[in-house]
């Protein structure tokens, strides 16, 4: 048997990056991407975020990549959301996320940080957060 417990941090936006997810809706959201993953076998930790974003936190097993684990929760979840809040902006995310490793020692911090992500926001914009996100990591940045 494979031991394997690799933490992955996600986050990716609403296209254009459009405040779409309203309060109520985003608890509905992030409950049904949580649910959805587990049920499909994904070791989803938290799901949180705030109007025009998502961030999760996760473990791959040694059987699923990042890109298969992405694909499975982003198009299942805008198709969920568009069937189940009618009236409201057609959810649509951007093609590209970003997902970074955890370590176990960090791993707490992540999801605290991930709870907090209203309170975090009405300190710091998604600008702000987007521009840290990519110097700490390295990344190079995506137009969308």
């Given amino acids: 048997m494979s031991y394997v417990k690799i933490w992955i941090h996600a986050v990716w936006t609403v296209k254009r990056r459009q405040a779409t997810l309203t309060s109520e809706t985003r608890e509905r959201l992030f409950e049904h991407i949580h649910q959805n993953a587990l049920n499909k076998g994904i070791l989803m930790e938290i799901?949180?975020?705030?109007?025009?974003?998502?961030h999760c936190l996760f473990r791959l097993k040694n059987n699923q990549s990042i890109e298969t684990v992405m694909q499975l929760i982003k198009g299942e979840s805008s198709f969920w959301y568009n069937k189940n809040e009618p009236g409201r902006r057609k959810l649509r995310w951007q093609k590209e996320y970003y997902a970074v490793s955890v370590?176990?020692?960090?791993?707490?911090?992540v999801k605290r940080y991930i709870q907090n992500q209203e309170k975090h926001h009405k300190k710091k914009s998604w600008e702000e957060e987007y521009r840290e996100f990519i110097l700490r990591y390295g990344f190079k940045v995506f137009k969308g």
């Fill in 47 to 54: 799901v949180g975020g705030y109007n025009n974003h998502v």
């Fill in 103 to 109: 370590s176990e020692s960090q791993a707490g911090s």
